[in-house]
């Protein structure tokens, strides 16, 4: 049953992207007409909700004359077949001059509503939140700033018109009805953008305001307090002085590591002890993006945390978390709404929090540098300005260290692979001699070496170097392993009654790598000639099956000779060419 409900949400999904799919190949273009197929469907339904508030109203009686309802119903009613022919016409591509048509007909349309229904006194002043923001949305967005103020200008001129031509301005629209297109498009507005845009509008204007008071009063107080900001500012440099001279040195001495682990187990440590940090730990993003891994940490609770396998879920569970999933730094402090964060009993004295993303080659975050301590609000903006660079410093050693084992691994692979290829070709060569390759030079002469007179090569697999032994009987054995590609494939054994020098040793461990060289040169030259001599036999049998046919097209065109005329034999042309 949940397997069926899934399925049919999936099936809901995609035919909702198919139908308001734009076919359009800039991805951008796409984007923003998909975006106008959506909101030509809500002003579908606005205009229909529009269409029965109107109806509502004139059944209801609220209009004094009857007509005038209608008309209020005609006026929305006209934007439910535009924005239909909208929604098809932006389907087919043509999305800018739909767009920017549909806008400026929405504010022509709403203006004429206002001008017939009661002018300045008009509750469709209220509709004009729905043009401004389709012109900031799909024409550019200082295009509802403009509209905005095209709103006001037209709202003057109203005011202008009606005080001079009628001596004032005086309401023609019932209480009762005045009240009820209010709430009515004041609700319907509300749902459609008053919410968000509104928010953003005032929020907007109460951080100018706010930033506005602040520079005002530290214009008045920079005269008065130069000197000492002037000191405060220059004991902030040497302080972040230091502390970019430190962080260099962190990162050179963070760099110069290879081993992952113990790049990460030093990097906590020295942040900790040369920074003044209570708790320093890094966390790894796994491959599913899912959880963000503790790796390293510096504290006793740290240590605690990784030995159970700590892990948060990334966008889930505290700032780690945050951080990881949106790849921005976040700061926490003690208190307010940031005091949930506090609640991790290995770290119960955590005052104050910072964490930044460890992200790779500029887009990818791959970890996150976690910093803690028992200081109150220890961390400002700038710190974290400062603090990212030896997080940036600490996400390219990774990377390094990554690629280090990545290329490492590679070559590590392919030495296995040149290796077996090399010790397969050996096989093949050996198995063309039935493996008999073993020779025995005594007084002068040399014999086939037979299978139990070569144990020692079995002795020799083991061996990387020239190596001397002495026989049960007495004799003083030299045993030079043959190797190709790092692997034993033979063994020159030497014996005598004395002692080996080293001068012989060192000969015999020189004949043996030009021997190596040698066999292995022979093996390909013999390889080469293989194939030549493959090659030259296929060439040879398809010279030969080219003659056959030929020769049997040549009967078979003599036998289709016809007779002449005369009676006489005349030869078929082809025949005759050839």
Request: with cysteine.
């Amino acid at each position: 049953m949940m397997k069926s409900r899934t399925e049919r949400r999936a099936a809901i999904a995609a035919a909702w992207e198919r139908f308001v799919a734009v076919d359009v190949v800039d991805d951008e273009e796409a984007r923003v007409g998909r975006l106008f197929c959506v909101m030509m469907v809500l002003t579908f339904g606005l205009a229909l909700t529009l269409v029965l508030i109107f109806v509502i109203a004139t059944l209801r009686g609220m209009f004094a004359d009857p007509w005038l309802g209608w008309l209020g119903t005609a006026f929305p009613l006209v934007f439910v077949p535009l924005s239909v022919v909208s929604f098809y016409r932006a389907k087919r591509g043509y999305v800018s001059s739909t767009s920017r048509l549909f806008v400026w007909l929405n504010f022509i349309g709403i203006a004429l509503a206002v001008l017939v229904f009661d002018g300045v006194n008009s509750p469709g002043w209220l509709l004009f939140f729905w043009p401004v923001t389709l012109a900031g949305m799909f024409l550019r967005p200082v295009s509802s700033v403009r509209m905005a103020c095209g709103v006001l200008l037209y709202y003057a001129a109203l005011v202008l018109l009606a005080n001079n031509l009628f001596g004032g301005v005086t309401s023609s629209l019932s209480f009762e009805l005045f009240y009820y297109l209010i709430r009515a498009f004041g609700l319907l507005m509300l749902v459609a953008t008053a919410g968000f845009v509104t928010y953003l509008s005032m929020n907007s204007v109460r951080q100018s305001l706010v930033r506005t008071q602040q520079i005002s009063r530290d214009l008045r107080g920079t005269q008065r307090t130069l000197e000492r900001r002037v000191a405060e500012r220059t004991d902030e440099l040497a302080r972040r002085a230091e502390q970019f001279k430190t962080i260099a040195e962190l990162n050179h001495a963070i760099a110069s590591i290879s081993d992952i682990q113990q790049l990460l187990d030093t990097a906590v440590h020295l942040i900790a002890e040369r920074l003044g940090y209570d708790h320093v730990g890094i966390f790894f993003v796994d491959p599913n993006g899912e959880w963000a891994v503790l790796r390293a940490a510096s504290s006793e609770g740290g240590q605690i945390m990784l030995a159970r396998g700590h892990r948060l879920r990334v966008g889930r569970q505290g700032i780690v978390g945050f951080v990881a999933e949106t790849g921005l730094p976040r700061l926490a402090f003690n208190v307010g709404q940031d005091a949930v964060w506090f609640n991790n009993p290995d770290l119960p004295y955590t005052k104050s929090e910072v964490s930044l993303p460890l992200i790779a080659r500029g887009q990818t975050v791959i970890g996150v540098l976690d910093i803690q301590t028992r200081v109150a609000a220890a961390f400002t903006a700038e710190d974290v300005t400062v603090l990212r660079i030896l997080a940036d410093g600490i996400a390219v050693a990774v990377a390094n260290a990554f690629s280090m084992e990545e290329t490492t691994t590679a070559l590590a692979r392919l030495e296995r692979y040149q290796e077996q290829d090399a010790l397969r070709a050996w096989r093949q060569a050996l198995s063309r001699r039935q493996m008999q390759i073993g020779y025995t030079f005594d007084s002068g002469f040399v014999y086939p070496a037979q299978a139990d007179a070569a144990s020692d090569v079995a002795t020799a697999q083991a061996m990387t170097d020239v190596t001397t032994q002495i026989t049960d009987a007495g004799q003083y054995l030299l045993l030079a392993p043959i190797r190709i590609q790092n692997r034993n494939v033979g063994v020159l054994s030497f014996e005598k009654s004395d002692p080996w020098a080293e001068e012989q040793v060192e000969l015999a461990r020189f004949v043996v790598e030009q021997l190596d060289l040698a066999l292995d040169n022979a093996r390909l030259l013999e390889e080469t000639r293989l194939r030549a001599m493959q090659e030259r036999a296929r060439s040879d049998i398809v010279g030969r099956v080219r003659d056959d046919q030929h020769r049997c097209y040549l009967a078979q065109c003599r036998a289709r000779v016809g007779a002449g005329p005369a009676g006489r034999a005349q030869p078929h042309p082809i025949a005759a060419a050839w």
